[in-house]
């Protein structure tokens, strides 16, 4: 550990050969991934190498490798815990988005099919309706707009509604 501590390659190739075996049974256990487990052993070595002035203080390498690993480890799963949720919202928003966007189909196709319907309507009814439902006039401002009686507006909106129904049932 000391040879380590103060740069020694060799030594520290002895370290990596000795320990990489069981500590990499023991991280693949958890991922059942060669490449993640590849990466977090990779990570383990390059850090301990990067810090291995800080070596003196350990008591045991074989119980601080393993802590390493078990840290690298839930790092490593807690990650892969964030992606999958972070895929899952995102397959959720993709369905939403497929909704809406059928949603949105249906409804310009269903109002295409009452534009088809109104136009088949009779001029003075189609006028009556489409100041009732698209311009929100009520059956007497129609009337007066119109001087006509307020029943026949009525009766106008009536009978273009029920074409209108009967037209889309079809």
Not at 6 to 20: A, I, K, M, P
Not at 29 to 52: A, C, H, P, Y
Not at 83 to 108: A, C, G, N, P
């Amino acid at each position: 550990m000391e040879r380590v501590r103060v740069g020694d390659r060799e030594s520290f190739s002895l370290l990596y050969r000795q320990y990489l075996g069981p500590l990499y049974r023991y991280v693949f256990l958890f991922t059942g991934s060669k490449e993640s487990t590849e990466d977090i052993l990779q990570g383990i070595f390059l850090r301990i190498w990067e810090n291995r002035t800080s070596l003196v203080g350990i008591g045991s390498f074989k119980g601080y490798l393993f802590r390493s690993a078990r840290n690298r480890l839930i790092d490593h799963l807690r990650r892969l815990q964030t992606r999958r949720q972070l895929f899952r919202e995102i397959m959720h928003q993709k369905d939403t988005v497929q909704e809406d966007l059928s949603d949105e189909v249906d409804y310009r196709e269903y109002h295409r099919l009452v534009q088809e319907a109104i136009e088949k309507l009779p001029p003075k009814r189609k006028m009556i309706f489409r100041l009732n439902v698209e311009q929100g006039l009520t059956q007497e401002q129609i009337a007066r707009e119109l001087s006509i009686s307020k029943s026949v507006v009525q009766k106008q909106i009536y009978m273009a509604s029920d074409f209108v129904r009967r037209y889309l049932s079809r």
